[in-house]
């Protein structure tokens, strides 16, 4: 869900216990919920659904906009022309409307702002459930999430090994198959590419040829 669809996402660390004995060292494995849930398919419905409901805002928005600027121009047009009644009872109008507008912008992103949650959270909690699996399935004593969420630290500022990153097994228990992902992020890095690259050959400017006199006419 990169997209553009600019979303907050709630970070989720795993602690996932297993039995060890006082010998054994624990397992520490390693994920990025915010990589998994971005290539999971129901990331592109969530951003769908968003968008949508985003756009409907934006519509509204601007009706209401419109509204408010026609009104105003008729008080700017006609202001003189009215009763002091009526002209104060149009000042009453456009400042409702303001009032209206500041009100519906404020409550339109904390809507939008709720169903995102509630369109995600679902997600995350499957998320954890495959991490959980996967944790209890190969022994780890804990498996921790790299991004910490938007705003914060990581909790994994550093990785030595790639070995410990378990986001393929979670991938793989959410059927889903990474190898199709990697072969999907490749296409759409090709594509970008492909974009960057000038669409025409400059053209090669002609070799200067000697200049050639008119044939002088005979008598």
Known sequence: MKSKFIVALVAIVALIGVETNAQQAPKIGWTNVDYILS???????????????????????????????????????????????????????????????????????????????????????????AIEAVGKENSYTYILNMDGGAQTTPIILFAGSDDLNVSNLVLKKLGVDPAEIEKQQKAAAEAAVQQLKPTTTPQQPAANKPATSAPVKKN
């Open 39 to 129: 290539v999971l398919p129901e990331s592109k419905k969530i951003e769908n659904e968003l968008q949508i409901q985003q756009q409907q805002i934006q519509k509204a928005m601007q009706d209401k906009q419109k509204e408010f600027e026609d009104k105003y121009k008729a008080y700017e047009q006609n202001a003189t022309k009215w009763s002091e009644i009526i002209r104060a009872d149009k000042e009453k109008e456009l400042n409702r409307l303001q009032t209206d507008f500041q009100d519906f912008q404020r409550t339109s992103q904390e809507s939008l702002q709720k169903k995102q949650q509630q369109l995600i959270q679902p997600v995350l909690i499957k998320i954890n459930t």
